[in-house]
């Protein structure tokens, strides 16, 4: 349980009834920093709910900017297997970028990433609204079973519109922005589902990548514009979103590189075959030329 983030749900959030409950129910599971990854079906027995009206309330929560989903699992039973989530009403967008540093569970979150035992959140449809009611009044502990979930990852713009009225305001911010934050900005602007540069060996190039775009064009929409096509084509290669190369690979050249062909197999059995051309031909050669002295040799016996 964490004071500090049911402390700031308490102040900030916009919320009432049953979507505050399920929120403070997420602050009781969260660090310091808000990151938790309840089941459905455990909010929903904590809640008094059924999963379908957690499903509706996640989305209600994630569409106001109140919680996040950080990464999705890959379903069963496991302790990872559902989704990872972050209560952050009432933090900043530099409090939430800090906290990915930080938090041992969002650590934890995106080396699980990293290794491809959990995936980034990707943009679903919501679920069909029901005549249900969001209340307590119905309350059924059994499973659900929803083919899919419908939370839906806000923009960057939603994820940073929180009730701290301590935050500077966005013309002050940008002046004072470190370079690296401003390499941060703009990889936001290529990667809105992102909040900070994946932690990597390539972390360190793609920053300065990052700053070298930046100078070249006259403004960060017109950097990011230049940088789209590589993020592009690392995804349609099915490249991990983690994964930086395009960034500090190809961007840095100015050049994708063309897909590997795999043709390996084919052209070595293709030099089998004329080496085994080449050795029949020397065969035949030999037979040709050895064979009037075997009859030689032959009538010599008789």
């Not at 809640?47 to 699992?73: F, H, M, P, S, Y």
């Not at 939430?96 to 959990?118: H, R, W, Y």
């Not at 004072?176 to 703009?186: G, V």
């Amino acid at each position: 349980m964490s004071v500090e983030t049911s402390n700031r749900v308490w102040k900030y959030s916009q919320k009432g009834g049953t979507p505050l409950l399920l929120l403070l129910a997420m602050a009781d599971w969260s660090d310091d920093w808000g990151y938790c990854y309840p089941s459905i079906e455990q909010m929903a027995i904590k809640c008094r709910q059924t999963e379908r009206n957690i499903l509706n309330l996640v989305a209600d929560l994630e569409q106001a900017g109140e919680i996040r989903r950080v990464a999705r699992g890959k379903g069963g039973r496991g302790k990872f297997s559902g989704s990872v989530y972050q209560v952050i009403v009432g933090m900043s967008r530099d409090e939430i970028s800090a906290s990915e540093q930080v938090s041992p569970k969002a650590l934890d979150t995106f080396a699980k990433i990293n290794i491809g035992e959990m995936s980034l959140p990707t943009p679903r449809k919501p679920i069909a609204q029901t005549s249900e009611k969001i209340s307590g009044e119905k309350f059924s502990p059994e499973k659900q079973s929803p083919d899919f979930s419908p939370v839906v990852p806000c923009a960057l713009k939603e994820l940073i519109n929180v009730s701290d009225s301590t935050s500077p305001p966005a013309e002050t911010s940008k002046k004072n922005l470190e370079p690296e934050e401003q390499a941060e900005a703009l990889y936001r602007l290529v990667r809105p589902t992102h909040l900070t540069l994946p932690n990597s060996e390539q972390r360190a190039v793609a920053l300065k990548v990052l700053g070298e775009y930046l100078k070249r064009y006259d403004s960060p929409q017109a950097a990011a514009t230049a940088l789209k096509p590589y993020a592009a084509e690392a995804d349609a290669r099915g490249i991990r979103q983690t994964n930086l190369c395009w960034l500090s690979e190809w961007a840095a050249v100015g050049q994708i590189p063309k897909p590997r062909k795999k043709t390996a197999k084919y052209s070595k059995q293709e030099n089998v075959q004329e080496d085994q051309t080449d050795y029949a031909t020397l065969r035949k050669r030999m037979e040709t030329e050895l064979t009037p002295h075997m009859h030689g040799d032959k009538r010599d016996s008789l």
